[in-house]
């Protein structure tokens, strides 16, 4: 069973610049796997952020941006607000078996 | 931004049968191909699976937990998404999230499907 794994929680000051990681157990994650990343809020929908790696939606801020990382799939904030304060997830493709599987999530503090 | 407007959910039995659609007005919803994400109380999101266009043959693909149970459709003329879900099980209960294309892009509001007896 393939499983994607992601830090199940983070803290970072105001102001600060963090990275969270998606990591699967096949194996390094490239861009074959089109790492997606959302953010959830409590008691929100889900919000798309990035696509295949790297690419922002239209309303997607600036502070966000997609990597590959060390055999992972990075989503780095930088200047991070209060606001950012949310539920991060990343979602993989599996080529083989056609399917996409989501990371466990990571609850990111701002504190 | 993508209106979705979705119906279906609700309480069934354990080894029932529910159905849930979203319209999408408005969207290129023939061109696209379609998702189903869900996610239980107080836990992650699980990509269900997604249907491809008509014009590649509407192919879907499935979780392995929903496989064989769970069935997406499309209805171009209507812009409808539904999934149609048989031999429901407890931990089938989740907010069900209907979502354009194959990286979910725009998601809808989220139908309750709660299995119980």
């Known amino acids: 069973q393939t499983v994607v794994t992601q830090e199940p929680s983070l803290t970072v000051s105001p102001g600060g610049t963090v990275t969270l990681t998606c990591a699967s157990s096949t194996g390094a994650v490239t861009s074959g796997y089109y790492p997606n990343w959302f953010q959830q809020k409590p008691g929100q929908v889900p919000t798309s952020l990035i696509y295949?790696?790297?690419n922002k939606r239209s309303w997607t801020p600036a502070r966000f941006s997609g990597s590959l990382l060390g055999g992972k799939a990075a989503l780095t904030l930088s200047g991070v607000q209060p606001d950012d304060e949310a539920e991060y997830y990343c979602l993989l493709y599996f080529v083989g078996d056609q399917i996409w599987v989501f990371g466990g999530g990571t609850k990111l503090t701002v504190l | 931004e993508v209106q979705v407007v979705e119906s279906g959910g609700g309480l069934v039995k354990p080894g029932g049968s529910l159905r849930l659609s979203c319209e999408f007005p408005?969207?290129?919803?023939?061109?696209?191909?379609m998702t189903w994400v869900r996610q239980a109380p107080g836990k992650g999101l699980e990509w269900v699976g997604r249907?491809?266009?008509?014009?590649?043959?509407?192919?879907?693909t499935y979780a392995a937990p929903v496989k064989g149970r769970f069935t997406i459709s499309r209805d171009d003329s209507k812009n409808i998404l539904s999934l149609e879900m048989n031999n429901l099980k407890t931990e089938d209960t989740a907010v069900y999230y209907c979502?354009?294309?194959?990286?979910?892009?725009?998601w809808g509001q989220g139908s309750l499907v709660t299995v119980s007896s």
């Open positions: 249907i491809k266009t008509e014009m590649e043959g509407g192919t879907t």
């Open positions: 408005g969207f290129t919803f023939t061109d696209a191909w």
């Open positions: 979502t354009t294309r194959d990286q979910p892009t725009d």
């Open positions: 295949s790696t790297t």
